[in-house]
């Protein structure tokens, strides 16, 4: 994928209650790490400002975040590690589109354990 990429589609929950385990895997995963992701784990209070500050935008449900889009700057390692600690901790069915300028796409899909990711053109 070039590095021109935007969230094209989301639908990614987190119940509130798992939102704090969620919050200390991430810091957890980049601990030690020198990346813009593990800068703003350690900056920030809790998981929704976590989200906020690294352009992906959420909404607060009844019990739950969603996260529905965001902006990424570039691809890298670093984003796919993050997706892939958010994966115990998205309900089942959690699905997230990354598309970039060439039409290229990255889909993430969560069952409730793990993350996978599929690829397309």
């Not at 021109?4 to 895997?25: C, H, K, L």
């Not at 350690?42 to 739950?64: K, M, N, V």
């Not at 069952?111 to 990711?117: A, E, S």
């Amino acid at each position: 994928m070039s590095t021109a990429a935007w969230i094209y589609d989301a639908s990614i929950v987190i119940r509130n209650a798992r939102q704090p385990e969620a919050f200390n895997a991430i810091r957890t995963s980049f601990e030690g790490c020198d990346s813009f992701f593990a800068e703003r784990a350690r900056a920030e209070r809790d998981f929704p400002a976590f989200l906020e500050s690294i352009g992906f935008t959420s909404q607060r449900q009844e019990g739950a975040l969603l996260i529905d889009g965001g902006d990424i700057d570039i691809i890298t390692n670093w984003l796919i590690r993050l997706f892939d600690t958010l994966g115990p901790f998205v309900e089942a069915g959690g699905v997230l589109e990354i598309r970039d300028e060439e039409g290229e796409q990255m889909t993430f899909c969560y069952d409730g354990n793990q993350m996978d990711i599929e690829f397309s053109e």
